[in-house]
């Protein structure tokens, strides 16, 4: 089970987390974060459960347009098209963390949590999962206006499921 992170966690998320990490470990795989809205907690999550450490790399919070630049290679031309909270801006935080990093499965997750600029829809959160030599997949979530906390709570768990199936999927993509 997770540590420091019990007290705010949901068991089943302790659960499936705990299994991720050792599907990861069987699998030989190494995870890596590329996280916006989520601030760091799926890296945090993932580093939580003893005895596993070393199937987490690194985690990149690239909460700022230019952290997603600079850190991950997105074009801001990009971000200014398509918008930071877009599909296409969350594959390519995944691929670029794939690329920045020694591991070979990434999830990138970005959002909005809370309240953002007019128009924006609070928890609305796209997820991307790079594996090496495979296509990228994605996912939207439209978790509606229920609190940051609850946004970003729910952020991990679909996290935590989009990579599993990821990391358990044998074949090629």
């Given at each position: ?29 190494m995870l890596a974060t590329a996280e916006s809205c989520t601030g760091g907690m799926l890296a ?40 930071a909270v877009s599909r296409d801006v969350a594959v390519a935080m995944a691929q670029g963390a794939l ?75």
């Amino acid at each position: 089970m997770t540590e420091t992170l019990t007290e705010a966690l949901p068991t089943e998320l302790e659960i499936a987390t705990e299994a991720l990490l050792r599907e990861a470990h069987e699998r030989e795989l190494m995870l890596a974060t590329a996280e916006s809205c989520t601030g760091g907690m799926l890296a945090s999550l993932l580093t939580d459960v003893d005895g596993y450490g070393h199937v987490f790399d690194r985690g990149f919070v690239v909460y700022s347009e230019h952290a997603k630049c600079q850190l991950l290679g997105l074009a801001p031309e990009q971000i200014a098209r398509c918008g930071a909270v877009s599909r296409d801006v969350a594959v390519a935080m995944a691929q670029g963390a794939l690329a920045a990093s020694d591991a070979q499965v990434v999830l990138a997750v970005t959002g909005f949590a809370g309240e953002g600029a007019p128009g924006d829809e609070p928890g609305l959160v796209h997820f991307a999962c790079a594996r090496t030599g495979r296509a990228t997949v994605h996912r939207v979530e439209h978790f509606g206006d229920v609190g940051r906390g609850a946004v970003r709570i729910a952020a991990l768990k679909v996290a935590v499921a989009l990579m599993a199936a990821v990391v358990a999927d044998a074949g090629g993509g």
